[in-house]
């Protein structure tokens, strides 16, 4: 018998548990999708503060404490928690820090101000994920990303990441989905996000505009795979990523059943 193929989902947004844009309910769908058709599936989001921890029977995950993620040479405690999907058996991993996220708003505070440190949480969220797939000891054969705070994945499975065990069968998938906020990340994001060694000034160059269109550029551009996950998005990436040689890529389709990502997943497995 053979062993199921594994697939995990980094998103910045999944419904229930924060639904920003569409896709947020679409990156549901995939996970119980996939789920149910021979994959196995595990998800990684951000605890953002907005999420009700009681309403949707978070817990904390003791075995997998102990985590510190080192950004720009200072230590960031990781806590795990973990809920089931609703109607689903699979699991959400939450990733917490008492700086970083516990706060009542997601990207911008009360007065619509942009918190100043959203490079640093994205830069702490990517290095965080997958530190804690390696605590797993779980090797992922396809992550699927999306959503902007998790355009750093790719870039570090192929960089910093490379040499690790558990991602040496790792495809990835990006999703560009529409842009949703128009300030920057700021002047010390490169720097962040320069976790190792391995990382150069030129690996980072795609990014260093630090805009939502650069973000989405850079996940996209180290990727295995793109798919679009809005019928409007930047464009720029609509023309640039329509066609990429030697990626597949699957275009926005409203009406979609979603077996195309399915069969994107098995083409990228084999």
Same mark, same amino acid.
């Given at each position: 018998?053979?062993?199921?193929?594994?697939?995990?989902?980094?998103?910045?947004?999944?419904?229930?548990?924060?639904?920003?844009?569409?896709?947020?309910?679409?990156?549901?769908?995939?996970?119980?999708?996939?789920?149910?058709?021979?994959?196995?599936?595990?998800?990684?989001?951000?605890?953002?503060?907005?999420?009700?921890?009681?309403?949707?029977? @978070?817990?904390? *995950?003791?075995?997998?404490? =102990?985590?510190?993620?080192? &950004?720009?040479?200072?230590?960031? /405690?990781?806590? +795990?928690?973990?809920?089931?999907?609703?109607?689903?058996?699979?699991?959400?991993?939450?990733?917490?820090?008492?700086?970083?996220?516990?706060?009542?708003?997601?990207?911008?505070?009360?007065?619509?101000?942009?918190?100043?440190?959203?490079? @640093?949480?994205? *830069?702490?969220?990517?290095? =965080?994920?997958?530190?804690? &797939?390696?605590?797993?000891?779980? /090797?992922?054969? +396809?992550?699927?990303?999306?959503?902007?705070?998790?355009?750093?994945?790719?870039?570090?499975?192929?960089?910093?990441?490379?040499?690790?065990?558990?991602?040496?069968?790792?495809?990835?998938?990006?999703?560009?989905?529409?842009?949703?906020?128009?300030?920057?990340?700021?002047?010390?994001?490169?720097?962040?996000?320069?976790?190792?060694?391995?990382?150069?000034?030129?690996?980072?160059?795609?990014?260093?505009?630090?805009?939502?269109?650069?973000?989405?550029?850079?996940?996209?551009?180290?990727?295995?795979?793109?798919?679009?996950?809005?019928?409007?998005?930047?464009?720029?990436?609509?023309?640039?990523?329509?066609?990429?040689?030697?990626?597949?890529?699957?275009?926005?389709?409203?009406?979609?059943?979603?077996?195309?990502?399915?069969?994107?997943?098995?083409?990228?497995?084999?």
């Amino acid at each position: 018998m053979s062993t199921k193929k594994r697939i995990l989902f980094i998103a910045n947004e999944m419904s229930p548990y924060l639904e920003l844009t569409e896709f947020s309910e679409i990156v549901n769908r995939l996970a119980i999708k996939s789920n149910d058709n021979g994959f196995e599936v595990r998800c990684i989001m951000p605890r953002f503060g907005t999420i009700n921890e009681r309403r949707h029977r @978070l817990h904390e *995950v003791v075995r997998l404490s =102990g985590i510190n993620v080192s &950004v720009d040479n200072d230590d960031f /405690p990781l806590q +795990i928690k973990v809920a089931s999907l609703p109607n689903a058996r699979l699991q959400v991993y939450f990733l917490d820090n008492e700086d970083l996220f516990k706060r009542k708003f997601v990207f911008h505070d009360d007065k619509e101000e942009w918190f100043e440190d959203n490079g @640093l949480r994205t *830069v702490f969220f990517c290095k =965080g994920a997958l530190e804690t &797939v390696k605590k797993f000891g779980w /090797p992922p054969d +396809i992550i699927h990303c999306s959503g902007w705070m998790t355009s750093l994945v790719p870039l570090y499975l192929k960089t910093a990441y490379k040499k690790e065990p558990v991602f040496s069968h790792s495809k990835v998938v990006y999703t560009i989905g529409q842009n949703t906020f128009k300030e920057k990340l700021g002047d010390d994001f490169m720097k962040q996000a320069a976790i190792h060694a391995n990382i150069k000034d030129k690996d980072l160059e795609v990014l260093k505009e630090g805009s939502n269109t650069a973000l989405l550029r850079g996940g996209a551009s180290y990727s295995d795979a793109i798919t679009f996950g809005a019928e409007k998005v930047d464009k720029k990436l609509a023309e640039e990523f329509a066609k990429v040689k030697g990626k597949k890529v699957l275009p926005f389709n409203a009406e979609s059943d979603l077996t195309d990502y399915l069969q994107l997943y098995h083409d990228l497995a084999k």
